[in-house]
């Protein structure tokens, strides 16, 4: 069977148009939620995940958690002291889960899950709960250390580049006498050119 | 050019082609006047505000949809319906017609970022005039819209939603800044200095509308500190610090050395520890006036054609100065005795630095144009000296040059906030305006609680956020009226 | 059948606890788990490190030792081969004397040599069941 020379061509444009087509429509895939991202200057997930990591790690040496006595943290706020929308919750909430992970720490709830809590205890005194059952009223236990930090940063650009400085620092005190039992910090540097 | 003269050769007497001239002029401004694309969008909004104006949200929005009858699916047209909706109070529509528009605006942004050389746009339409060309937005229009999405999510009491509204405003906002940043930066690459030269060109050019102090102070024409101390309040009633700490701080650093700005973040540690006081933390934003309007100017352009030195008529947008309306000064409520209230973000400010942005490149494409219809005239004048031809070409010039005047003209020209702490329960609210006082009964409850007026031609149009779920006070707002 | 494993941990545990305090000078190398299978830094290295995509580093030594509250801490010496500055990543895997796994998958760390540079990490292990260790290292 012959085929004609323009029937070819017009395969071939037909082919290439084909091709193009894929090659322009967006595909959607997986990926790593561990890899280093660096789309943009801005706070992101490698600076979340490096900061709680590092928190985490350093804070299991201090001497009040090393000891083994499991003692018991509220967790504070992260002043977010930069202008950028940054959710130090977010970076709180990984710590907590880390340390929690390790065994050597235990968590009293906090500021702001208080409301819940009190909720959830005042709806078991109603009379449809079993009595011996319900959550008491008057049996929370306090914390004996509260977890509280800034995370700051600093902004620089010319015209050709940007860069950022975050500094996440963290402290734990001693709710009972004041004292600071530990504190840490961690840097990061990002430049944009 | 006398050489070049074609043989005389006269069918028509000179009276009867004046008549045929002029027969052509008026059948031109006919069609014009008739056709759907050159219609004058400013015309038609003025009608419809003057509605809102005078107590007719209604009507506004019902004649505002019959202008709109073959076009209901402009972006414009949603942002526009949006605001008429929410000043008639209807707000789960409003949101509807918001949500279409910020689908498209969506679509903007991942347009903008598969190819941001496309939405730079600088060669897109070199030779169509702008009006002509699909309205995608300006950039403080597509902030603005998820910012009052966020206030309509308040006046319905969803505070997690206007949470979403509120982060994707800063998130669109960093967008936009991503892009501006590049196609300065590619302007200048191309174009040198050329770019820049800007409006000062033009002959006649009323240059002071948008090259003043008020104007130049702005960082950019796109963040509005209400946004971000929306966002600051929004995250801070969510129980949130740390985000709301940004939004109070951005606030500060776009309108500085506004007390009640700083005052925002220097309380912010005692108010979300203080849980005692039974108070509720108001924040009452007025809205005034509404967002100006860009309209279409003749101004001449000399360019230069191989054919020499011409004059060419083009049209550019103008914004007119505008009377900004009565800025409110003071709030009163319950126990709290005139408040200062802040006007911190001006949006006709905002739509003038926005023009002012986008001159250099209105420039580039209208001299572009106006050479292209320079060489057309010269060669319809040279083949033919009836003149026929030339009139034609100089119709095809008026008619197809028109400026942009597209713009989101029901968006308050000026926002002002003031933040009290007040009993909670019916309170009598007294803002205090340059032109005179409004009093208004409003529900407050709740630790906190958001009361929007707009204020507009001596009406005022309030939303208010209703009781959380549980508390059952009546939701609701009576007018009392002017004093 | 179980009694043998256990056993093997226990001195495992044992041998680990007692060699490897932070004080005084830790033994290179051989403080580490493994190092008895491997017998040299050389072979140790090719067991707990994994290189991806060819990072031109050398690692010069590795030092264990088990904290005070009994978290495995380890300090790797690295060193760029190379006369220009290497940007790479690293993660550490952990897993308990019997081979489980002891945590989730950690997240990279980005970390940039300079040009022949010899640079010491240094990490803590996540828990007192992480006794042992592997490294990823990645251009």
Known sequence: ?193 | MPDRKPPAHRPVTPQAFTRLRLAIVLAAALLAGGCATFRSYQFELSRTIDLVEVGHPDKALETFERFNRRSRSSLLYFMEKGELLRIAGRYTESQQAWFEADAQVQKWESSALANPERVLGAAASLLVSDASRPYEGQDYEKVMLTTRMALNHLALGEWDLARVAIRRTHEREALIARLREQQVRKLEEQEGDKARAGMREIDGYPVRTIDNPGVNALRNSYQSAFSHYLAGFVYEALGEPSLAAAGYRQAIELQPGVALLEQGLDGLDGRVFDRGSGLTDVLVVIETGSAPARASTGFNLPVFTDAGLLVVPMSFPVIREQSGGARARAVSMGEVDNTGAATITSVDLMARRALKDDMPLIMLRAVARATAKGVLQAQARRRDDTGLAGALAIIGTVITERADERSWRTLPAEIAIARLSVAPGTQLLEIETESGRQALEVNVSGRYALICVRLIGGRAYVAATPAPPGQSARAGVRHIGLR | MMKYPTAVVAILFVALAAGCTSKGPVPPSESCPGFQEAGSTKQLVRKKVQFLGDPEVDIREMRCVVTEAGLLRIDIDLENDKRRNQQMEYRFFWYEPNGMSAAPDEAWKPLILYADERRTISTLAPNVKAQDFSMVIKR
């Open chain 1, 1 to 193: 069977m012959s085929v004609s020379p323009f029937s070819r061509t017009a395969l071939f444009v037909a082919l290439l148009a084909a091709v193009l087509a894929a090659g322009c429509s967006k595909q959607v895939r997986y990926g790593d939620p561990q890899a280093v991202e660096t789309v943009s200057l801005d706070f992101g997930s490698t600076d979340l995940q490096t900061i709680a990591e590092a928190m985490t790690r350093s804070m299991l040496q201090a001497p009040v958690i090393a000891n083994g006595n499991q003692p018991i943290v509220t967790v504070q706020e992260v002043r977010n002291k930069t202008s950028e929308y940054i959710d130090t919750r977010a970076i709180t909430d990984s710590i907590r889960s880390q340390l929690s992970r390790s065994g050597r720490v235990r968590f009293a709830v906090d500021e702001a899950a208080m409301q819940q809590q009190i909720g959830e205890l005042q709806r078991q005194q109603s009379e449809y709960y079993e009595r011996s059952q319900a959550a008491e009223i008057g049996r929370m236990v306090g914390a004996a250390y509260r977890l509280e930090g800034n995370l700051v940063s600093i902004v620089k650009s010319n015209k050709k580049t940007k860069d950022v400085y975050y500094k996440f620092n963290l402290q734990l005190w001693n709710i009972q006498n004041g004292l600071l039992e530990w504190s840490d910090e961690k840097e990061i540097r990002k430049t944009e050119s």
